[in-house]
């Protein structure tokens, strides 16, 4: 990954995505791509082709994303209370489906069950210091969207460091997964 002002690269084994120009979104953003392609083969990371692919690559990368800012957020910089970590994200991908995102090729729950059906939880977690220590970057220093960033690593990398959010996110991502199934609960109840 190649990420600048005025342009970045994101590239997993043959496949890559140029983007000419400058972005809004951090550094850590296109990180929460890669980490995507390297904990799941079937999540789509690549934001480019039709309309539903790169709709289903941006969602995958924010909930990856969300997911660790919000811990590295609650645990880290205290901004807010740990519990709030997943009534906060399933808020945010709500919007992102229904608000930000338009037209999404599926429902919110519909999006949230795919990622978390095809997420591979202990890759995602033995990866997130990459995220982590980005994060933490970011978070030094004020200019950070000026600045050249790079980062490159194998999806079966075992980075150190950062190990109380490791745990921290196994168990956030079960209490997502638990979020989610009662979500389709009341969905099949009611039906």
Same mark, same amino acid.
């Given at each position: 990954?190649?990420?600048?002002?005025?342009?970045?690269?994101?590239?997993?084994?043959?496949?890559?995505?140029?983007?000419?120009?400058?972005?809004?979104?951090?550094?850590?953003?296109?990180?929460?791509?890669?980490?995507?392609?390297?904990?799941?083969?079937?999540?789509?990371?690549?934001?480019?082709?039709?309309?539903?692919?790169?709709?289903?690559?941006?969602?995958?990368?924010?909930?990856?994303?969300?997911?660790?800012?919000?811990?590295?957020?609650?645990?880290?910089?205290?901004?807010?209370?740990?519990?709030?970590?997943?009534?906060?994200?399933?808020?945010?991908?709500?919007?992102?489906?229904?608000?930000?995102?338009?037209?999404?090729?599926?429902? $919110?729950?519909?999006?949230?069950?795919?990622?978390?059906?095809?997420?591979?939880?202990?890759?995602?977690?033995?990866?997130? $210091?990459?995220?982590?220590?980005?994060?933490?970057?970011?978070?030094?220093? $004020?200019?950070?969207?000026?600045?050249?960033w790079t980062a490159r690593f194998r999806d079966s990398d075992s980075p150190i460091g950062w190990h109380d959010l490791q745990?921290?996110?196994?168990?956030?991502?079960?209490?997502?997964?638990?979020?989610?199934?009662?979500?389709?609960?009341?969905?099949?109840?009611?039906?």
């Amino acid at each position: 990954m190649l990420w600048n002002p005025v342009g970045q690269l994101m590239a997993v084994g043959d496949s890559a995505f140029i983007h000419e120009g400058p972005i809004n979104t951090a550094p850590s953003h296109d990180l929460a791509h890669l980490l995507v392609a390297a904990s799941s083969p079937k999540l789509a990371w690549k934001p480019a082709g039709l309309q539903a692919q790169i709709a289903y690559a941006e969602y995958n990368a924010v909930v990856f994303e969300h997911t660790l800012d919000r811990i590295y957020r609650a645990y880290v910089d205290k901004q807010f209370a740990p519990e709030t970590i997943v009534r906060g994200l399933v808020s945010h991908l709500d919007w992102f489906v229904t608000k930000h995102f338009l037209p999404f090729p599926c429902t $919110p729950r519909e999006a949230l069950r795919q990622y978390l059906s095809n997420l591979l939880d202990d890759s995602a977690v033995r990866l997130s $210091p990459y995220f982590f220590q980005m994060k933490y970057g970011e978070r030094l220093d $004020p200019d950070y969207m000026k600045a050249t960033w790079t980062a490159r690593f194998r999806d079966s990398d075992s980075p150190i460091g950062w190990h109380d959010l490791q745990v921290i996110m196994r168990t956030q991502l079960g209490l997502l997964r638990a979020s989610e199934a009662s979500m389709s609960s009341v969905v099949s109840s009611s039906s």
